[in-house]
Protein backbone atom coordinates (compact mmCIF):
# COMPACT_ATOMS: atom_id res chain seq x y z
CA UNK A 1 0.00 0.00 0.00
CA UNK A 2 1.27 3.53 -0.58
CA UNK A 3 0.67 6.64 1.99
CA UNK A 4 -0.66 9.47 0.35
CA UNK A 5 0.07 12.30 2.37
CA UNK A 6 -2.21 15.33 2.91
CA UNK A 7 -0.94 18.45 2.58
CA UNK A 8 -0.59 19.44 6.37
CA UNK A 9 1.66 16.37 6.25
CA UNK A 10 3.84 17.57 3.10
CA UNK A 11 4.61 20.51 5.15
CA UNK A 12 5.56 18.51 7.93
CA UNK A 13 8.20 16.44 5.52
CA UNK A 14 9.32 20.37 3.75
CA UNK A 15 10.50 21.13 7.31
CA UNK A 16 12.11 17.58 7.60
CA UNK A 17 13.54 18.09 3.64
CA UNK A 18 15.14 21.25 4.93
CA UNK A 19 16.90 19.71 7.88
CA UNK A 20 18.87 17.42 5.45
CA UNK A 21 19.23 19.93 3.06
CA UNK A 22 21.47 21.98 5.91
CA UNK A 23 22.97 18.55 6.90
CA UNK A 24 24.54 18.30 3.05
CA UNK A 25 25.42 22.21 3.42
CA UNK A 26 27.50 21.25 6.76
CA UNK A 27 28.90 18.21 5.52
CA UNK A 28 30.02 19.47 2.12
CA UNK A 29 32.29 22.09 3.64
CA UNK A 30 33.53 19.77 6.17
CA UNK A 31 34.35 16.98 3.53
CA UNK A 32 38.13 18.16 2.93
CA UNK A 33 41.29 15.95 2.76
CA UNK A 34 42.38 15.12 6.57
CA UNK A 35 38.90 14.77 7.67
CA UNK A 36 37.36 11.76 9.07
CA UNK A 37 34.43 10.32 8.11
CA UNK A 38 33.33 10.16 11.97
CA UNK A 39 34.08 14.12 11.59
CA UNK A 40 31.23 14.31 9.03
CA UNK A 41 28.86 12.19 11.07
CA UNK A 42 29.63 14.50 13.94
CA UNK A 43 28.81 17.49 12.03
CA UNK A 44 25.62 15.50 10.93
CA UNK A 45 24.94 15.20 14.67
CA UNK A 46 25.67 18.81 15.54
CA UNK A 47 22.86 20.11 12.56
CA UNK A 48 20.10 17.58 13.18
CA UNK A 49 20.61 18.90 17.64
CA UNK A 50 20.30 22.84 16.26
CA UNK A 51 17.34 21.70 14.58
CA UNK A 52 15.04 19.81 17.08
CA UNK A 53 15.30 17.04 14.57
CA UNK A 54 15.73 13.41 14.82
CA UNK A 55 18.48 11.20 12.82
CA UNK A 56 15.85 8.69 11.12
CA UNK A 57 19.02 6.96 9.97
CA UNK A 58 20.94 6.12 13.93
CA UNK A 59 19.52 2.61 15.28
CA UNK A 60 17.87 1.71 12.17
CA UNK A 61 18.57 -2.00 11.40
CA UNK A 62 21.25 -0.86 13.92
CA UNK A 63 23.39 1.59 12.31
CA UNK A 64 25.75 3.39 14.25
CA UNK A 65 25.56 6.52 12.44
CA UNK A 66 23.59 9.42 11.26
CA UNK A 67 24.55 9.51 7.77
CA UNK A 68 26.32 7.18 5.42
CA UNK A 69 29.58 8.05 3.89
CA UNK A 70 30.05 6.15 0.85
CA UNK A 71 33.53 6.58 -0.75
CA UNK A 72 34.83 5.71 -3.77
CA UNK A 73 34.26 2.14 -4.80
CA UNK A 74 31.64 2.31 -2.04
CA UNK A 75 28.17 2.60 -3.11
CA UNK A 76 26.14 3.12 -0.34
CA UNK A 77 25.37 2.08 3.16
CA UNK A 78 28.86 3.35 4.41
CA UNK A 79 29.84 3.33 8.10
CA UNK A 80 31.62 6.59 9.14
CA UNK A 81 34.81 5.75 11.62
CA UNK A 82 37.74 7.14 12.03
CA UNK A 83 39.99 5.45 10.05
CA UNK A 84 38.85 6.18 7.08
CA UNK A 85 40.85 9.49 6.09
CA UNK A 86 39.61 11.66 3.28
CA UNK A 87 42.43 12.36 0.72
CA UNK A 88 43.12 14.91 -2.01
CA UNK A 89 40.99 13.05 -5.31
CA UNK A 90 38.10 10.66 -3.45
CA UNK A 91 34.60 11.31 -4.10
CA UNK A 92 32.41 11.03 -1.22
CA UNK A 93 28.83 9.88 -1.29
CA UNK A 94 26.87 11.11 1.85
CA UNK A 95 23.56 10.02 2.65
CA UNK A 96 21.87 11.58 5.48
CA UNK A 97 18.14 12.09 7.11
CA UNK A 98 16.17 13.65 9.43
CA UNK A 99 12.21 13.47 11.24
CA UNK A 100 10.68 15.81 12.30
CA UNK A 101 7.18 15.20 14.63
CA UNK A 102 7.14 12.19 13.37
CA UNK A 103 7.87 12.56 9.29
CA UNK A 104 10.80 11.62 7.50
CA UNK A 105 13.20 13.32 5.05
CA UNK A 106 15.87 11.54 3.26
CA UNK A 107 18.61 12.97 0.32
CA UNK A 108 22.37 11.95 -0.98
CA UNK A 109 24.88 14.12 -2.61
CA UNK A 110 28.41 13.29 -4.57
CA UNK A 111 30.86 15.48 -2.95
CA UNK A 112 34.22 15.81 -4.10
CA UNK A 113 37.17 15.86 -1.91
CA UNK A 114 40.21 18.36 -2.71
CA UNK A 115 41.39 18.83 -6.27
CA UNK A 116 42.55 16.73 -8.95
CA UNK A 117 39.71 14.86 -10.04
CA UNK A 118 39.58 12.82 -13.28
CA UNK A 119 37.27 13.95 -15.91
CA UNK A 120 35.50 11.03 -16.13
CA UNK A 121 34.79 11.20 -12.45
CA UNK A 122 33.24 14.43 -12.83
CA UNK A 123 31.19 13.44 -15.32
CA UNK A 124 29.94 10.67 -13.63
CA UNK A 125 28.58 12.76 -10.85
CA UNK A 126 26.90 15.09 -13.14
CA UNK A 127 24.95 12.14 -15.10
CA UNK A 128 24.17 10.56 -11.67
CA UNK A 129 22.49 14.09 -10.29
CA UNK A 130 21.25 14.70 -13.56
CA UNK A 131 19.14 11.25 -14.35
CA UNK A 132 18.09 11.69 -10.73
CA UNK A 133 16.53 15.06 -11.82
CA UNK A 134 14.89 13.49 -15.17
CA UNK A 135 13.08 11.06 -12.72
CA UNK A 136 12.15 14.20 -10.76
CA UNK A 137 10.49 15.83 -13.65
CA UNK A 138 8.44 12.91 -14.59
CA UNK A 139 6.87 13.23 -10.85
CA UNK A 140 3.51 14.26 -13.03
CA UNK A 141 -0.30 13.60 -12.37
CA UNK A 142 -1.31 10.88 -14.05
CA UNK A 143 2.29 9.11 -15.03
CA UNK A 144 3.16 5.74 -13.68
CA UNK A 145 6.30 5.00 -11.22
CA UNK A 146 7.87 3.22 -14.06
CA UNK A 147 7.77 6.55 -15.76
CA UNK A 148 10.00 7.87 -13.49
CA UNK A 149 12.25 4.87 -13.75
CA UNK A 150 12.62 5.07 -17.59
CA UNK A 151 13.19 8.92 -17.25
CA UNK A 152 16.37 7.79 -14.73
CA UNK A 153 17.39 5.07 -17.34
CA UNK A 154 16.98 7.00 -20.73
CA UNK A 155 19.01 9.97 -19.49
CA UNK A 156 22.10 7.67 -18.59
CA UNK A 157 21.76 5.90 -21.75
CA UNK A 158 21.87 8.92 -23.70
CA UNK A 159 25.12 10.24 -21.84
CA UNK A 160 28.46 9.39 -24.13
CA UNK A 161 30.53 6.21 -22.53
CA UNK A 162 33.12 7.31 -20.02
CA UNK A 163 36.60 7.32 -21.14
CA UNK A 164 37.37 3.63 -19.43
CA UNK A 165 34.62 1.28 -18.85
CA UNK A 166 30.73 2.09 -18.67
CA UNK A 167 28.08 3.60 -16.29
CA UNK A 168 26.76 0.73 -14.38
CA UNK A 169 23.26 1.01 -12.95
CA UNK A 170 23.23 -0.41 -9.98
CA UNK A 171 20.31 -3.07 -10.08
CA UNK A 172 19.92 -4.00 -5.95
CA UNK A 173 19.23 -0.91 -4.62
CA UNK A 174 17.13 2.64 -5.54
CA UNK A 175 14.50 4.53 -4.40
CA UNK A 176 11.48 4.15 -2.19
CA UNK A 177 8.34 5.90 -0.73
CA UNK A 178 8.91 8.02 2.37
CA UNK A 179 6.57 9.49 4.73
CA UNK A 180 5.83 8.33 8.36
CA UNK A 181 8.76 6.18 7.81
CA UNK A 182 11.87 6.34 5.72
CA UNK A 183 11.59 3.41 3.76
CA UNK A 184 8.22 2.50 2.85
CA UNK A 185 6.33 0.82 -0.59
CA UNK A 186 6.71 1.64 -3.37
CA UNK A 187 10.22 0.25 -4.31
CA UNK A 188 11.88 2.62 -7.49
CA UNK A 189 14.15 0.66 -9.81
CA UNK A 190 16.32 3.13 -11.46
CA UNK A 191 15.81 1.05 -14.90
CA UNK A 192 12.87 -0.83 -16.45
CA UNK A 193 12.06 -4.10 -16.35
CA UNK A 194 8.99 -6.20 -17.56
CA UNK A 195 8.56 -8.40 -14.26
CA UNK A 196 7.71 -5.02 -12.36
CA UNK A 197 5.21 -3.57 -15.10
CA UNK A 198 3.97 -0.06 -14.84
CA UNK A 199 3.51 0.26 -11.13
CA UNK A 200 0.56 2.62 -9.54
CA UNK A 201 -0.44 5.87 -10.88
CA UNK A 202 1.27 9.57 -9.67
CA UNK A 203 -1.60 10.88 -7.54
CA UNK A 204 -1.31 14.69 -5.28
CA UNK A 205 -0.07 13.46 -1.82
CA UNK A 206 2.63 10.52 -3.71
CA UNK A 207 5.63 10.76 -2.01
CA UNK A 208 9.38 9.05 -2.95
CA UNK A 209 12.88 9.28 -2.77
CA UNK A 210 14.54 9.30 -6.09
CA UNK A 211 18.08 8.00 -5.77
CA UNK A 212 20.33 6.80 -8.93
CA UNK A 213 23.38 4.99 -8.47
CA UNK A 214 26.19 4.73 -11.10
CA UNK A 215 29.27 2.81 -11.79
CA UNK A 216 32.00 3.22 -13.85
CA UNK A 217 31.27 -0.16 -14.53
CA UNK A 218 29.97 -3.23 -13.27
CA UNK A 219 25.75 -2.99 -12.09
CA UNK A 220 26.88 -5.87 -9.41
CA UNK A 221 27.22 -5.30 -5.72
CA UNK A 222 28.43 -7.01 -3.10
CA UNK A 223 28.26 -6.83 0.62
CA UNK A 224 31.17 -6.48 3.14
CA UNK A 225 31.48 -8.20 6.57
CA UNK A 226 29.88 -5.36 8.38
CA UNK A 227 27.01 -6.11 6.68
CA UNK A 228 25.95 -2.70 5.28
CA UNK A 229 29.33 -1.34 3.44
CA UNK A 230 27.95 -1.77 -0.04
CA UNK A 231 30.79 -1.77 -2.37
CA UNK A 232 30.75 -2.58 -6.90
CA UNK A 233 32.20 -6.13 -7.53
CA UNK A 234 34.94 -4.65 -10.42
CA UNK A 235 36.43 -2.47 -7.63
CA UNK A 236 35.07 0.75 -10.14
CA UNK A 237 34.13 4.46 -8.21
CA UNK A 238 30.33 5.45 -7.86
CA UNK A 239 28.02 8.15 -7.41
CA UNK A 240 24.90 8.46 -5.41
CA UNK A 241 21.97 11.30 -5.63
CA UNK A 242 19.03 11.66 -3.86
CA UNK A 243 16.16 13.84 -2.91
CA UNK A 244 12.40 13.29 -1.82
CA UNK A 245 9.55 14.89 -3.69
CA UNK A 246 6.14 15.10 -2.54
CA UNK A 247 3.11 15.16 -5.71
CA UNK A 248 0.82 17.76 -5.24
CA UNK A 249 -1.99 19.22 -7.52
CA UNK A 250 -0.01 21.93 -8.23
CA UNK A 251 2.80 19.64 -9.07
CA UNK A 252 6.37 18.49 -7.95
CA UNK A 253 7.65 19.73 -4.60
CA UNK A 254 11.30 18.73 -3.89
CA UNK A 255 10.87 18.33 -0.25
CA UNK A 256 15.06 18.14 0.06
CA UNK A 257 15.79 20.89 -2.21
CA UNK A 258 16.40 24.77 -0.52
CA UNK A 259 14.34 26.08 -3.25
CA UNK A 260 12.17 23.24 -3.22
CA UNK A 261 13.17 22.19 -6.95
CA UNK A 262 12.27 25.66 -8.78
CA UNK A 263 15.34 26.06 -10.83
CA UNK A 264 16.11 22.43 -11.79
CA UNK A 265 12.56 21.67 -12.50
CA UNK A 266 12.04 24.84 -14.76
CA UNK A 267 14.61 23.71 -17.19
CA UNK A 268 12.45 20.28 -17.76
CA UNK A 269 9.84 23.23 -18.09
CA UNK A 270 8.29 22.09 -14.96
CA UNK A 271 6.87 24.47 -12.59
CA UNK A 272 7.65 22.87 -8.82
CA UNK A 273 4.57 23.59 -6.53
CA UNK A 274 4.43 26.65 -3.83
CA UNK A 275 6.38 25.98 -0.81
CA UNK A 276 3.64 25.36 2.14
CA UNK A 277 6.78 26.55 4.27
CA UNK A 278 6.66 30.62 2.15
Not at 4 to 32: C, D, F, Y
Not at 53 to 64: E, I, R, V
Request: glycine share 12%.
Amino acid sequence: MVEIKTPGQIAKMREAGLVVAAVHAATREAAVPGATTRDLDEVSRKVLAEHGAKSNFLGYGGFPATICTSVNEVVVHGIPDEKTVLKDGDIISIDAGAIVDGWHGDAAYTAFVGTGHAPELIELSRVTEESMWAGLAAMKLGNRLVDISKAIESYIRRQPRPATGKYGIIEDYGGHGIGSEMHMDPHLLNYVTRKRGKGPKLVPGFCLAIEPMVSLGTAQTDVLEDNWTVVTTDGTWSSHWEHSVALTEEGPLVLTAVDGGKAKLAEYGITAAPDPLG
